[in-house]
């Protein structure tokens, strides 16, 4: 989505300068916490026993994803609003500064939409199959993680295609708007359904343990999954209305865009802390870590 407004460098008014640097200085706040949530929670996962665990593979994606928003796609976007002529057309072409940023957020953020929707399925098949899914190998779910990855990188083709010309563009529109409403259709029927389960679960005693660990590992992901419809609702809605009909946002206070790019990016902050309140085995491999360093330090001294 091309959000080109008001910059320091070409503003009309201090008081759009001021505006301006404050976002910037909000959005870099939001870098820096996304780097280090997400760095911390790939080594908590990759230095522990958690990746035993062949489903927090997608939880390790996740996390690869935000961080790719926190190194690539934020920074640029920064750069992007500060340097950005005042009240710009939405309607107008991205340069190629902008289309190599609209690029990773395409590609991270559906990444992370696709990774979502395979983890409630993998967690509808860990409820409702036991046994079958104790039988995956970690060869499916590398083959799972990296369908994902193409698809993800499959749609940024597109739109990058349709930027060129090669294509029209409403390929890219239908395209996004039908994966975004399979994904979210997807994610909201499985977790229904889990919710059931467990509720089922819950009522008989001898089950009563195994739906406890299970019910606390589907709710942090289903806690993940809501607040990512959260904060990303926003921006993708604004995004689907101006990928039909690039007019339709013109106009619009930028303040608001900036709002909604702010909740978007934001999500990536969440996923650790979710990770730290609602699992047990995530929380002690983080102590550990932190632990661990703590004494390497004393040691050096």
Known sequence: ???????????????????????????????????????????????????????????????VADLMVGTIALPLYIHLIYISPPKTSLSTKPGPFQIVQIAFDVFSGMASVFILTVISFERVCAIFCPLRYRSLSKATYLIVLT???????????????T?????????????????SFTSLTLMIASYVALWLKIKIWSRKTQQRA???????????????????LLT??????????????????????????????????????????IYCYKISEFRRALKSLISRKQKKRETRV
Not at 210 to 228: H, Q, S
Request: aromatic content about 14%.
């Open 210 to 228: 195994t739906g406890e660990k299970e019910r606390n590992l589907a709710m942090a992901i289903a806690i993940i999954t809501a607040v990512f």
């Open 1 to 63: 989505m091309n959000n080109n407004t008001s910059g320091p460098g070409n503003s009309t008014s201090t008081g759009e300068d001021k505006q301006v640097i404050t976002w910037c200085v909000a959005y870099a706040l939001v870098t820096v916490t996304i780097i280090v949530n997400n760095v911390a929670a790939i080594l908590a996962f990759t230095k522990s026993r958690l990746l035993r665990k062949f489903g927090n593979y997608f939880l390790v994606n996740l996390a």
């Open 232 to 273: 990303w609702s926003p921006f993708h809605i604004m995004n689907i209305l101006i990928n039909f009909k690039k007019s339709l946002l013109d106009g619009i206070p930028y303040e608001a865009i900036y709002f909604a790019k702010f909740l978007h990016y934001s999500n990536s902050i969440v996923n650790p802390v």
């Open 147 to 161: 369908e994902v990855w193409i698809l993800a990188g499959a749609l940024t083709g597109i739109w990058l295609l």
């Open 163 to 179: 930027v060129f010309d090669f294509i029209h563009h409403n390929i890219f529109a239908y395209s996004l708007a039908i994966l």
